[in-house]
């Protein structure tokens, strides 16, 4: 069975936004990047599938910059077999990453596609749904468990309600929850070893499909700030202002 | 042109964010259509068109659809799309699961999670768990939106009365099967519409610990909700989790204890009305947004919370 997994590099998720003051993004310059959180437990499970005997290759495909190749050699450190870095620049939208996904899958005939479930950085949560709906395989979204058969996943979803199992057919789809596993730390003779692992490198424009984005980004701008609060001295005087004061108790 | 909400629903009951979704809906474009996918769901096709706002409720009547499987959902919706403007729903996990197959099979780039209509083409969305706000057009013939729930009011739901259309089921995928759900039961409001959310942290120490949660909660009619890390600890369930890729609540009261503030967590409750923290780190970010702040040992302050509250001669509910 071979596994692909998807990543994508994001500003790191400790890192406090800064908005541009003339409207067109965040600051990105000298800013800590790193791999999408939920990817990594992506890649993780990958791992722990193949180390049970269930895999035979894992690949880690991203699609973006020249630096995004970064998150496929974290991926090879980690266990990844190989990598493929699909090169583009500007933005991209989930619809045009699903559409290059699709044509890496049609290469590299998958059995499963892993990714995490949502980027932190746009905060879409589509990419893995489109990939299945363009191939037309089953989804399993939102998945804090994965059960491995020989023909099938049975995996459980994160839902609002609580959780819900489902059961699908390979090839599928399944996007991670941050609760599927502990992602592992490299060590270092496997981050020297990943750096021997292959990637191979792809322009986007070569896979035939349309990268233009079809949502215009006009302004983006700071969230309204809150006005400042203040501390109270006792749990007394919290009761009296949230009664007297916000009236909302 | 129409618009063609998606509902959400159990069979017998229309869920809440379905309401909030419509109000959206209507703002952008007042010929409103609910798309009803369900089997036996004839008493949530009747509420529907029994909501103001609808125009038509469109129900699908089918066996397979008696469990949700976005696969089956997708093609009933492909189905009918041809005649709409915009597809939406909410920007639950119902939603989130549903719409990008819908809209990548439509060669739609969705819209993910407004938090506003600025007119039909033009949207307000939050990007990096709500650091920043993206206004943001889509230039595709069609759209493909979802809704955060909590920035939007929920649709009246009474006074109307819409024509219910029966149509036609698509295809059963045999690749999906659903196996069964584990819904937690409970008399407390629903987080995500609760007017009180009183959630904890790490700083709880352990699943018993909550009890002092609770014991606020019964008292003040409160959802309980919980930081991703004391969900990850094994504390409480899943479906109390607050922030980035948990739920996000708006409440008019939010009181978080215990709780250090990530960025992740602020995300999700960071447009609250009041805002309490109850932390013994002074230093703890969630200060920065907190309303009313009390750097106390929770230990100590939440039972004293609770005897204060029941000192009170009325208490809203």
């Known amino acids: 069975m071979k596994i692909l997994v998807a990543v994508k590099r994001v500003i790191d998720y400790n890192v406090q936004i800064r908005v541009k003051e003339d409207g067109s993004g965040v600051v990105t310059d000298n800013v800590k990047m790193s791999t999408n959180p939920p990817d990594d437990n992506a890649i993780e499970e990958a791992v722990k599938i193949k180390e049970s005997g269930k895999a035979t290759e894992i690949i880690a495909v991203t699609v973006g910059e020249e630096k995004a190749q970064e998150t496929v050699r974290k991926a090879l450190a980690v266990g990844a077999d190989r990598g493929i870095h699909v090169k583009v620049d500007g933005t991209i939208e989930p619809l045009a990453v699903s559409k290059i996904l699709k044509k890496i899958v049609e290469k590299e005939n998958p059995d499963l596609v892993f990714m995490g479930k949502q980027a932190i950085d746009d905060d879409c949560n589509q990419t893995g749904q489109m990939l299945a709906a363009h191939l037309n395989w089953p989804q399993a979204t939102f998945a804090s468990k994965i059960e491995v058969n020989d023909k099938s996943l049975q995996v459980t979803r994160e839902v609002d309600e609580g959780l819900e199992t489902i059961e699908v057919n390979t090839p599928a789809i399944v996007t991670c929850d941050l609760r599927l596993n502990e992602p592992r730390y490299a060590s270092l003779p496997n981050i020297m070893k990943a750096k021997k692992k292959p990637i191979e490198q792809i322009n986007a424009s070569d896979l035939g499909v349309d990268t233009n984005p079809r949502i215009e980004h006009i302004k983006i701008e700071e969230p309204p700030k809150r006005k400042a609060g203040i501390k109270v001295a006792s749990v007394e005087e919290l009761v009296q202002k949230l009664k007297n004061e916000a009236k909302v108790i | ?317």
Not at chain 2, 28 to 35: G, P, R
Not at chain 2, 198 to 208: A, D, K, N, T
Not at chain 2, 219 to 242: C, F, M, P, W
Not at chain 2, 276 to 298: H, M, Q, R
Request: charged share 25%.
């Open chain 2, 1 to 317: 042109m129409s618009v063609l909400l998606i509902a959400e629903h159990n069979n017998k009951e229309v869920k809440p964010f379905t309401l909030n979704a419509i109000t959206a809906a209507s703002q952008i474009d007042q010929d409103l259509h609910v798309l009803l996918i369900g089997s036996k769901a004839d008493d949530v096709a009747k509420s529907l068109s029994e909501v103001p706002l609808v125009k038509k409720v469109l129900h699908i009547d089918h066996e397979i659809y008696e469990n949700y499987i976005a696969e089956n959902y997708t093609a009933a919706i492909l189905k009918h799309a041809d005649k709409y403007s915009h597809i939406i729903c909410s920007a639950n996990t119902f939603g989130k699961n549903l719409m990008p197959r819908v809209a990548a099979l439509l060669d739609i780039s969705q819209v993910s999670d407004i938090i506003k209509v600025i007119s039909p083409d033009t949207f307000l969305r939050p990007i990096y768990a709500g650091n920043a706000f993206a206004t943001v057009k889509s230039n595709d013939e069609k759209k493909c939106v979802t809704i955060r729930p909590t920035s939007f009011e929920a649709a009246e739901t009474t006074g109307g009365s819409a024509e219910i259309e029966k149509i036609d089921a698509a295809d059963q995928t045999e690749n999906t099967k659903f196996i069964n759900r584990e819904e937690i039961k409970s008399d407390r409001p629903e987080l995500g519409t609760a007017r009180i959310v009183i959630s904890g942290g790490r700083g709880l120490q352990s699943g018993e610990n909550f009890k002092l949660i609770t014991d606020v909660a019964d008292k003040l009619n409160a959802a309980i909700g919980a930081s991703r890390a004391a969900v990850d600890a094994g504390y409480i369930t899943n479906e109390h989790q607050v922030g980035q890729t948990g739920k996000v609540v708006v409440p008019d009261l939010y009181i978080a204890v215990g709780i250090s503030g990530a960025i992740q967590h602020l995300a999700g409750m960071k447009e609250s009305k009041v805002i309490v923290a109850i932390n013994k780190d002074g230093e703890a970010p969630i200060f920065s947004v907190a309303d009313y702040g009390l750097e106390a040992d929770l230990f100590e302050a939440l039972p004293q919370f609770l005897e204060e509250l029941n000192k009170l001669n009325t208490i809203q509910k």
